[in-house]
């Protein structure tokens, strides 16, 4: 469980009282997290060495030689070559270099990096006496993530770890290499289907493990999360990890889960076109320099938050039995089950240690504003009100972090004065949110026009559609961190107002199931564990409920339950169209899951203009939504997948789940986006661009 308590310091204080040049030139006794005796440590040169030899990749060699008809010199020159690319360097004087520009560029872009450095304190001192290997397992919600966590280890003189990282940051000229310097290994998106890059990569992560006196470092996600919430685990490079401790080659593998949460992510727009399915720009070197436009305007992205959760240790998984039995093969592999297991586990840290910030909860506030409100303004002193009647819900009831102090900063504000909170919060934000004069809240427009927009993945919206969508789903992204505790609430709350508890529990396990991929919730659970965990959630509701109200009983009144349901509605909408677009499919075009998604897209924007339609959030058109939603079905059977990657719609299933989705969404509100749309503000457009 996180301790809300817990005290954060900001990184920054100290850095503003010095000089920085003198601080990244500092003697350094640096600590190595591996404690690795120096024989078996290996050098760039000898971690490629090694892999060569590796009878795994000797093997796929000499397999790929024989296939080609070539000698097995030609393959192992290609291996030679694919190694060069993927190994990491470690070279402090790049390592200070880049200390000093980060340094300034973070102390003019952020007000504080705030940490809770007691933690790590703690990881430093077991990494002092043990033999064990870390991984630092952090979320990924900017491209600045691993530039940050570089720099906190380095403000603690702890080694920098073996980063992996994607071909995009290898293609940027002299800014992929500095990356390498730093610690940054490459791995490409994709080679399931290249046997021999597969092995040597397997290999290569296997000596990082066993063979580095510095820790790893990957994104369990596998990419940034556009949408701000936390995504399903990639499995692939944990499990080859772990393959590491089933060969007992480490005596334990400790995963440090890492929660990184930002007041302004600096995609934020780019993540909002993505969504909509608008191709990022490639990353390149001078779309660096360009993105340097950030400094303009100091303090801009406000704070920071990095929650360290306590070890996970690997051993709790691959236990001696599953070692031993791997010892009688040499290529066994990993259970999968336990590779998911782990990575759950790692996720769900996440979740309970992500800090929230005041933006996420103003969002929040006035998201429900909108949906319960309709079209009566929001004003400024009414959200002073809300917001402490919701922290105080999400502090005291779901033990979420909140905005923490930090401990040696001396505040001239009252820690409870939560009005300062807010202003600095919307100051922060006035790009997105303004006061007007009657103190009223109201939303900016944000769309940067179709002249910039090349090409999309899915259906090219209108632009009268964009104008509301993209500020709309601008203020969705700071409400989508709320998941990390309310998700299976939000399901809850949606079921419970229903004729029995059997129903309840019914449409429970199957909205569950259904947004698993869009919760990251897992799907192997037992129906006993899912009866527990839907008491468990029920119960925690009820409790909400009183504290909100004194009602012991759901009631559709109550404004926790409307925050709630309103919360999961644009899901729902995604889902009710996603159904009907598979049941009305057209013969004319061929069933795959891209033109699927673009054309439950285009479904979801015309319903959008329909006089009776109920679908009306604009985050419905989040293609990232309709993937993980068409993913789920695919998953659960209403809809079957062929060996050519065809669908096949079962229709009397899908009949049936839309039924209880419409039973679902027509008991709810009706006001929208598009009822306040008339009231947006107009704001300075930025232009698109990646970047770091």
């Known amino acids: 469980m996180p301790t809300a308590k817990e005290d954060f310091v900001d990184l920054l204080e100290e850095r503003r009282k010095d000089w920085d040049i003198l601080w990244v030139s500092r003697s350094m006794k640096i600590l190595p997290p591996h404690q690795c005796p120096t024989e078996l440590v290996y050098t760039r040169k000898q971690a490629i060495e ?153 290999a290569y992560v296997s000596s990082l493990v066993e063979h580095s006196d510095r820790a790893l470092e990957f994104f369990i996600e596998g990419t940034r999360s556009r949408s701000q919430k936390t995504l399903p685990p990639k499995f692939g490079l944990l499990a080859t990890v772990l393959e590491s401790l089933l060969r007992s080659e480490v005596p334990d593998i400790q995963f440090i889960p890492i929660s990184i949460s930002y007041d302004k992510p600096l995609e934020e727009l780019l993540f909002v076109y993505e969504l909509l399915g608008v191709p990022k720009p490639a990353e390149s070197t001078t779309g660096l320099f360009r993105s340097l436009s950030i400094l303009r305007e100091p303090f801009a992205h406000g704070h920071v938050y990095v929650k360290i959760a306590p070890p996970i240790s690997a051993r709790d998984y691959v236990d001696m039995s599953i070692r031993q039995a791997s010892a009688l093969t040499l290529h066994s592999k990993l259970p999968v089950h336990i590779a998911k297991k782990c990575a759950y586990d790692i996720i769900d840290c996440h979740k309970k240690n992500t800090v929230l910030t005041p933006f996420n909860l103003i969002a929040l506030l006035f998201n429900e504003n909108i949906h319960s409100q309709e079209r009566k303004s929001y004003t400024l002193d009414k959200l002073f009100d809300d917001y402490r009647w919701i922290k105080s819900i999400f502090i005291g009831t779901f033990n979420a972090i909140v905005h923490p ?129 839907f008491q468990e959630t029920t119960e925690l509701l009820n409790n909400s409920y009183i504290n909100d109200s004194n009602e012991s009983q759901f009631d559709n009144n109550n404004k926790l339950h409307s925050i709630l349901t309103n919360l999961l509605i644009p899901y729902i909408g995604s889902l009710f169209v996603m159904c009907n677009t598979l049941l009305q499919w057209p013969s004319s075009i061929e069933c795959v899951e891209k033109n699927i998604i673009t054309e439950c897209q285009r479904g979801i924007e015309a319903s959008f203009y329909q006089p009776l339609g109920f679908i009306k959030n604009p985050y419905s058109l989040s293609l990232d939504t309709c993937g993980s939603i068409l993913s789920s079905l695919i998953l659960v059977g209403n809809v079957n997948r062929d060996q050519n990657k065809l669908c096949k719609p079962n229709r009397m299933s899908l009949e049936e789940l839309i039924v209880d989705l419409y039973d679902i969404m027509k008991r709810h509100s009706n006001g929208s986006y598009f009822d306040i749309s008339s009231s947006f503000v107009l704001a300075d457009i930025p232009n698109l661009q990646a970047k770091l």
């Not at 107002?497 to 869009?518: C, G, P």
């Open 50 to 202: 090694a892999v060569l030899v590796n009878p795994r990749v000797v093997y796929a060699i000499q397999k790929l030689a024989d296939a080609r008809n070539v000698p097995a010199s030609a393959v192992v020159a290609e291996a030679q070559d694919i190694l060069q690319e993927m190994a990491s360097k470690s070279h402090l004087p790049t390592v200070r270099w880049m200390g000093l520009l980060i340094t300034k560029v973070i102390k003019r872009i952020l007000m504080s990096i705030r940490i809770n450095e007691s933690l790590l304190f703690r990881i430093k001192d077991q990494m002092c006496l043990s033999q064990v290997q870390y991984i630092y397992a952090p979320t990924h919600r900017s491209y600045l993530d691993f530039i940050l966590l570089s720099y906190i280890l380095f403000s603690y003189d702890m080694a920098l770890p073996n980063i992996a990282s994607g071909m995009d940051f290898y293609k940027m000229k002299i800014v992929g290499e500095l990356l390498r310097q730093t610690g940054a290994f490459y791995m490409r998106r994709s080679f399931a289907l290249d046997p021999l890059y597969k092995e040597i990569f397997r």
């Open 405 to 533: 102090a930090a401990s040696n900063i001396i505040s001239t504000t009252d820690k409870e004065d939560v009005k300062q909170e807010i202003l600095e919060s919307l100051k922060t934000h006035r790009n997105l949110i303004e006061i007007d004069s009657l103190q009223n809240l109201r939303l900016r427009k944000r769309h940067i026009g179709v002249s910039q927009i090349k090409s999309v993945k899915g259906h090219l919206l209108s632009e009268e559609t964009l104008k509301i969508a993209v500020p709309s789903i601008n203020l969705m992204i700071y409400v989508n961190p709320v998941f990390a505790y309310l998700s299976k609430l939000c399901i809850a709350a949606l079921c419970t107002n229903t004729s029995s508890d059997d129903v309840a529990l019914k449409r429970y396990s199957m909205l569950r199931l259904l947004l698993s991929a869009e919760f990251a919730l897992p799907t192997d659970v037992s129906e006993i564990e899912l009866i527990k965990e």
